[in-house]
């Protein structure tokens, strides 16, 4: 809840109560015609912060232990490296010929198949993509679950193919949001029902902004997950053609109206 405001605030303290609810930078101050050196200092650390989330690397041992014991298989897609990847958004959306012939091998029929790619933020995937992963498929014990698989040099639309090798009825992505100066390790979770190759992004839902610092949580995002996947096995749909219309819970507080 936002502090109360006050008439007779002077305008430095009401500055000070607005920065208290956002992580936007407002009401820095100033010396002079620049900003404090505090401020400029922070805002180079927020930057490098992101740069460094698109540009690292991430970690498939570390990521795969935390996601024991689960069944885990690895691919990549058409972007050799990181370079290119930024470069080029397309190869970063088909399977490399190695990945594709490796999951043609594994087929599979199930209801959901998970994907975690690393996306614009690896630092987001390797903080906080096994405990979604984890939160996710208990909100969907009852349904068949393949294996999770972990995508290096990812797009959002490289799950339809990878969805379509292993017999997925809906595919769940889970990949690293592009980074901010507020936030640099945030997931987003993209579900498409009956993913194939060509599928566009009209044809997704989207969870974004799930993070540890005042965004979604894991488990506020697999029920949102688990009411709109259980929507689109029974419509048979995905896309902007299935909204999220649950009814959404009170504050505590305003449960018992006076």
Known sequence: MSPPVSN?????ELWA????TTPARIALGRVGHALPLGEVLDFQLAHARARD?????????????ALAPLPVRHVE???PDRATYLRRPDLGRRLSPRSAALLAETGGRHDVVFVIGDGLSATGVQAGAARLVQACRTELGD???GPVVIAQQARVALGDPIGEALG?????????ERPGLSVNDSLGIYMTFAPRTGRSDAERNCISNIHGAGGLSP?????TLGWLLREA?????SGVDLKDDQTPALPFEDQNPA
């Open 219 to 223: 488990q506020e995002a697999a029920r």
């Open 143 to 145: 349904l068949s679950i």
């Open 53 to 65: 989330a698109v540009h690292a690397a991430l970690d498939v041992a570390a990521l795969e232990g």
């Open 17 to 20: 109560r607005l920065r208290q």
């Open 233 to 237: 096995l029974r419509r048979q749909l």
């Open 168 to 176: 997925a009825r809906v595919c769940v992505m889970i990949i690293g």
């Open 8 to 12: 007779d605030m002077v305008p430095g």
């Open 77 to 79: 897609s058409d972007a």
